[in-house]
C-alpha cells in the first residue's frame, strides 16, 4: 500500500533556483531510492524550514529513506529533522483530482 512521507527540518538557505540548482545531484540520488515514486519539495523561507512531501510505494521503504536522510541531515549539521508516515486514502484523494495515485 502507497504511504506518504512528510520530512521538515530547519534550513538557512539557499532558497528558490539557487535550492534547486545546489540540490540537483540530491534530487537525482533520491530517484533511485527503494520504493521512491514521486516528491514534492517544500520550502518557507520565513520559518526558515524545508523538506518534502514524498510517496513510497510501502511502510517499509518510507521507513528505510526518512531513517537514511534523518541521519544524512544530521551528518549535515541539520539539529532535528520531523518525518511522519500516513496512509492514502485512495478513494478520497482521486476525488480531490490526485489520479496518479494507483488503485
Do not use: C
Request: net charge negative; glycine share 8%; no cysteine.
Amino acid at each position: 500500500m502507497q504511504v506518504i512521507l512528510q520530512v521538515d527540518f530547519p534550513y538557512q538557505g539557499p532558497w528558490g533556483e539557487e535550492m534547486a540548482t545546489a540540490m540537483e545531484g540530491l534530487a537525482q540520488s533520491i530517484n533511485q531510492e527503494p520504493g521512491f515514486i514521486w516528491k514534492i519539495w517544500t520550502e518557507n523561507q520565513q520559518t526558515q524550514r524545508a523538506g518534502g512531501i514524498y510517496l513510497f510505494a510501502n511502510q517499509a521503504d518510507a521507513q528505510a529513506y526518512l531513517e537514511m536522510h534523518s541521519a544524512r541531515l544530521k551528518s549535515f549539521g541539520v539539529p532535528e529533522v520531523s518525518g511522519q508516515i500516513f496512509s492514502v486514502n485512495t478513494a478520497l484523494s482521486q476525488l480531490n483530482q490526485a489520479q496518479f495515485i494507483q488503485k
